[in-house]
């Protein structure tokens, strides 16, 4: 399967799993060349189809825009991929169960053994840091330089106020990680209050986190997206599903 | 595309994302005569379709009624255009988590860029300041007026056992930011509660509030509610889908 | 529209909200002779069609069973409309948000203006009170009865570690109360926890609440929820949607 | 109704329901021979058909996979069925509002009377007891026996950092406690906060729990899941609907 088409499925399955509304995006670096990415146009992921997918090189500019426009935050993806070789797929989102934390500086840590990587670390970054009285976008390569140093080796990025940004070394798990963050998120408020203020949480442990994060694909869960998000796109085809 | 097609999706829009159920509505002023806004007929939003679409003066009386039954809380509507010239469109509603900070005195503070508005201010209106023994509702020109009082020059006003009522300069950010305003709520619910009682919250600043709300229009969230909308109408109207 | 198809058509709608699962039942007494009422057979509400609409005596014997089974807690509605004759349709559900009220002790008040009737009292029913080591079922015309005494002139009674069951003059109505007594559960819970141990919540006062239930038959929604059960009935008929 | 089309109906039933996304599984002992369990071949379970099912022997061997790829926890049921004669169906799964139970010491309680089984008792394991370091996966006959033996002669075990083994004297009892002990865990969450540090929950006592457990088959339920899951299989067959 071609990559403009696995990252379809991918923007239609986190729009699917309410990770992103219309806002959001996933990326995934060049498989022929690695100084690229491909990214849908400026366009609501669920609504995107394999014409919408453009190539832009590390600076995040174009390859051919084709006269369409782009996302302004395309440089949270292009400077991750400068900063971290090892990031093939990337998901810029804001699930609504990780602003709490960011916000409170709770940290996240792994309650769930689907977000065993939250263990290997979520810092938080507050673009304050990088500049005073933004609009909150990343909008700029600075920005996007500043919010890739935050997240450093890390699989996960909280942003203060926005979302957050999660990479991997492929685009299933990339999905996977965002999907499951937010259900990590969502877990642990409700053992945050369970536990009251002085209560314990066991979290999975450094020992167990690495076990799991070594193999951890999503490949049942990418399987069974894909299959739904062939069959949706199969059916807008032929006029029997809208979008 | 016309304003009462633009207000049908809208209505639907806000069905669909759980902000409105039956009730609730939104209004349009028209571009025609600025003397004039346009409601849908007393009926549930999800079930609007143009010819449903009536044009009332600022008083709230129907240019042509058509026979039709009016919303009893038009007045929302009329007292607040005619007394922010600025506001184009109007969305007023209960969305379920907005609820619970007017009768506890939480003030709603902005805790997302996507909600960014907050931070305008959101004051919080009690109908027994006006009316002591009301059954609620809106349905007077004096409550309509004593409610644009407390929206002052603000986005939108929290109705104490009620609701809300958005305003914005056009149709799509009333929706997107009547939307958003649900959305910090639950955010900000549970930061309050993982914060706990002597807990800290870091909300966008001012700075970061102006910086955001001078542009920020939904327009991707638009583009998406406009695409779906349009294709359910027409599935309506070729009896491939029901209401 | 005759009474069987009405009951249908709420029978679904409890269903669609989520009020009602496989359990629960609404009966609605008969028009023609007040001492009968019309009940489902012992059927999932989602599955109901009008010839699964049965005649029940006030001492819950059904006038033909058509060789039917019948809900084991018929009594709950035969004993209300004993007690009740101002009752002409009950609705007796397991909606989640009501089940940690009634075991905390902690009171339902009217926080919203759409549940208005909460502030007529919601009285809290265990049936430990009436029989020990029941299975928790209203199976008998002894626990129907109890249930009934608690209920009073009450337009719900909470019933700890069950439900709830709600009444009222009208079908459309007793659909409209058990929808929004769920609703206002779920903002009392979190308005409860945003105040706070010592906080204070400020809940619709009795003139309040008087001047909303005088008048408050859900209309618009009954509306609504009349034309999209219609609609999917029609689809069933057709072969084009599936239970 | 063959074993097999059972189990299909119990896979589409929990993932329509939220008990199970791509992961967990339902399985049911063999009629035919007690020594063997019917389980669907490494899927996500509303993927599965049946062609996918597959039987294993106590060992969790296949009598023959036909190629396929198997679950790697199938050892949680082959060592439960070993350990538990009495057990002829299992469900594992992670619904989401047990997990925070089961890593804050909070012991589940039955508040819910159709969740009265809670009131058998269900104990919590933690993987680490049996292996330190673990991917926190249930995959080896050893890990399965040490999960059967905390289980113990209960109807669930709660396991830390990863969701609950069900299991029941048939299959439709077994996916009625899954999902019913998601229910009683989010009505106790719920109950727990509103309560709390020195509040007091009324549950059902061991008498009421006796008494409900004793007949309780979820048979509506099953009815209607039955009748919806069979709908949407044929709607698949005819090629109406895709999965």
């Not at 832009?56 to 051919?64: E, H, K, Q």
């Not at 890739?148 to 979302?163: E, T």
């Not at 369970?194 to 951890?216: C, H, K, T, Y």
């Not at 796109?233 to 979008?243: F, Q, Y």
Request: proline residues 5%; charged residues 20%; aromatic residues 6%.
């Amino acid at each position: 399967m071609g990559q403009a088409l696995e990252l379809v499925i991918a923007s239609r399955t986190l729009a699917e799993h309410g990770v992103i509304d219309a806002y959001g995006h996933a990326t995934v670096r060049s498989e022929s060349d690695p100084q690229r990415y491909l990214m849908a146009r400026n366009l609501a992921p669920e609504l995107v189809t394999e014409p919408d997918i453009l190539e832009l090189d590390l600076d995040s500019r174009p390859v051919d825009a084709k006269g369409r426009a782009l996302y302004q935050e395309r440089f949270i993806h292009g400077e991750i991929y400068k900063a971290r070789p090892d990031v093939m797929a990337i998901v810029h989102n804001h699930s609504p169960s990780v602003v709490p934390f960011a916000c409170t500086g709770h940290a996240l840590r792994p309650i769930f053994h689907m977000s065993a990587f939250v263990g290997l670390g979520v810092p938080s970054w507050d673009i304050r840091d990088a500049q005073a009285g933004s609009d909150m976008l990343v909008k700029t390569a600075y920005l996007g330089r500043h919010l890739a140093g935050c997240l450093g080796s890390h699989p996960a990025v909280l942003m203060r106020g926005h979302g957050s940004t999660v990479v991997a070394e492929n685009l299933q798990r990339a999905v996977g990680r965002a999907i499951y963050l937010e259900m990590n998120a969502r877990m642990q408020f409700q053992a945050t209050l369970l536990a009251g203020p002085s209560g314990r949480i066991v979290f999975m442990d450094d020992a167990e986190v690495a076990a799991n994060v070594s193999w951890q694909n999503y490949e049942r869960s990418w399987n069974l997206w894909r299959t739904k998000a062939l069959a949706k796109l199969e059916a807008e085809r032929k006029g029997e599903a809208t979008p």
